[in-house]
């Protein structure tokens, strides 16, 4: 098993940027591939990001693409998600999750779930 926990999130203006942090904790991190999601009241878990074991390959959403980066450091067992250009229609809380499998935009290719970090966006 491996336990998340994201950090970073909190109220940025229009334009901002904001780093967000996905500690893991337990089996060997990097054999997951992680994600991050995102998710507002009252709609579903929204796909942002996606990296695979090594980091060698990448994936993102289409609203997010250009602005947004992931990336992850095996020696510390963390992930990051570097956000820049942030719109209000980013505001969420975020999520990152680790997959057994090869990550990718579904949410049910992953395992483990962080508790979640708040990102509101002021315009």
């Known amino acids: 098993q491996v336990q998340l926990v994201e950090s970073g999130g909190g109220l940025v203006q229009a334009g901002g940027s904001l780093r967000l942090s996905c500690a893991a904790s337990?089996?060997?991190?990097?054999?997951?591939?992680m994600g991050w999601f995102r998710q507002t009241p009252g709609k579903e878990r929204e796909f942002v990001a996606a990296?695979?074991?090594?980091?060698?390959?990448?994936y993102y959403a289409d609203s997010v693409k250009g602005r947004f980066t992931i990336s992850r450091d095996n020696a510390k067992n963390t992930a990051y998600l570097q956000m820049n250009s942030l719109q209000p229609a980013d505001t969420a809380v975020y999520y990152c999750?680790?997959?057994?499998?090869?990550?990718?935009?579904?949410?049910?290719?992953?395992?483990?779930w962080g508790q979640g970090t708040q990102v509101p966006v002021s315009s």
């Open positions: 990296i695979t074991w090594q980091g060698a390959t990448t």
């Open positions: 337990g089996r060997t991190f990097s054999s997951y591939g």
């Open positions: 999750a680790a997959s057994i499998r090869r990550p990718g935009p579904a949410w049910y290719l992953y395992q483990y």
